[in-house]
C-alpha cells in the first residue's frame, strides 16, 4: 500500500509563496488521479487540487488562480506551488489519492500569518 510524506511546509507572510512536495513510498503511475488536501483548525479536511495521470486538474474556488499541482511519475511525486498566500490558507495539508485511500500521512503545517 502506496503511504505519502509530504513536506515543504512552514510560515510565511501573506502574499508569500510556498512549494509542497509529495513523496509517496510506492509508484503512484497506476493511480489516476493524485490530489492535494489541507483541513484547517476546527474544519473538515478538503481537497483543494487534483491532478490525474492524462494532465485534468481542477481546484477548488478558493485556490483556483493561485495555486499549481503537479506529478511527476518517475519521481513518485505529487507538488503543490501557493502563490499569493492568504491567512484563510493556513492548514495542515496533506496528499493522498483521489478518491483518498489507505491511512493518512502527518501532513505538512502551512501557517500565512503577519
Known amino acids: 500500500q502506496v503511504q505519502f510524506v509530504e513536506s515543504g511546509g512552514g510560515l510565511v507572510q501573506p502574499g508569500g509563496s510556498l512549494r509542497l512536495s509529495c513523496l509517496a513510498s510506492?509508484?503512484?503511475?497506476?493511480?489516476?488521479?493524485m490530489g492535494w488536501y489541507r483541513q484547517a483548525p476546527g474544519k473538515q479536511r478538503e481537497l483543494v487540487a487534483a491532478t490525474t495521470s492524462v494532465g485534468i486538474i481542477t481546484y477548488a474556488d478558493s485556490v483556483k488562480g493561485r495555486f499549481t499541482i503537479s506529478r511527476d511519475n518517475a519521481k513518485n511525486t505529487v507538488y503543490l506551488q501557493m502563490n499569493s498566500l492568504k491567512v484563510e490558507d493556513t492548514a495542515v495539508y496533506y496528499c493522498?489519492?483521489?478518491?483518498?485511500?489507505?491511512?493518512w500521512g502527518q501532513g505538512t503545517q502551512v501557517t500565512v500569518s503577519s
Open positions: 510506492g509508484s503512484i503511475f497506476r493511480i489516476n488521479a
Open positions: 493522498n489519492a483521489v478518491p483518498p485511500r489507505g491511512g
